[in-house]
């Protein structure tokens, strides 16, 4: 298994263009999430997917889009990126029907708006 | 939504010394996890600990659901041991994260 992979490792934007984050999982968790990690802090909920078709917000959904149209893929939309959405992406995956509930995280997307 | 507490925020360490490291939660959760991000930020999964004892090799967690805290042992530290240690906690669809403790393991 690969786990959870996420394209690309870097990028840098210009404010105002937009871009989307890719990040995929082979394990047939039903459940995703995308997360960005801030100098010096802990991850917050950006948004998450329970599920093919079902997606909801996280603590900071702001400036961000997401769709789940397979249990694989998660792609994560800036639609128009700003200075404040430098950060570091992380995509990750769960079961969320059975037993252990553990949450496996990817190598993360650094992504810096100028 | 919950809060999360971890302690010391950073902690430096000679080789072979041991550690605790400790997670306060403010309400009650059905799910813990530790988690090591290694100097390349990557997030390496420790343990998935909702309550009890684990221990894989040097490394042991307890967590104590009920008075709404969790701990991770380090022994014999070494300098690979280096990074920021999180503790994650979550019930249904929204894992908080503390905001970590940098430890440093010095040869």
């Known amino acids: 298994n690969a786990g959870v992979t996420q394209t690309p490792k870097f990028q840098v934007l210009k404010t105002g263009q937009s871009m989307t984050l890719q990040c995929a999982q082979d394990m047939n968790h039903e459940y995703m999430s995308w997360y960005r990690q801030d100098p010096g802090m802990g991850l917050r909920l950006i948004h998450y997917?329970?599920?093919?078709?079902?997606?909801d917000q996280g603590e900071v959904p702001n400036g961000y889009n997401v769709s789940r149209s397979t249990t694989e893929d998660f792609p994560l939309r800036l639609l128009s990126a700003a200075p404040s959405q430098t950060s570091v992406y992380f995509c990750?995956?769960?079961?969320?029907?059975?037993?252990?509930?553990?949450?496996?995280f990817g190598p993360g997307t650094r992504l810096t708006v100028t | 939504g919950i809060q999360v507490e971890q302690s010391p925020p950073d902690l430096i360490l000679q080789e072979g010394a041991n550690s605790t490291l400790r997670c306060n939660f403010s309400?009650?959760?059905?799910?813990l996890q530790w988690f090591h991000q290694n100097p390349w930020g990557q997030l390496i999964n420790l343990f998935y600990?909702?309550?009890g004892t684990k221990q894989n090799g040097r490394l042991s967690a307890t967590t104590v659901a009920t008075e709404r805290y969790s701990l991770l042992y380090i022994s014999s530290s070494q300098t690979t041991d280096s990074g920021v240690y999180f503790c994650a906690v979550y019930n249904n669809n929204d894992m908080r994260f503390g905001a970590g403790t940098r430890l440093t393991v010095k040869p």
């Open positions: 997917s329970v599920g093919a078709g079902i997606t």
């Open positions: 600990i909702p309550s």
């Open positions: 990750a995956s769960r079961r969320s029907t059975e037993v252990p509930y553990e949450q496996y």
């Open positions: 309400d009650s959760v059905n799910n």
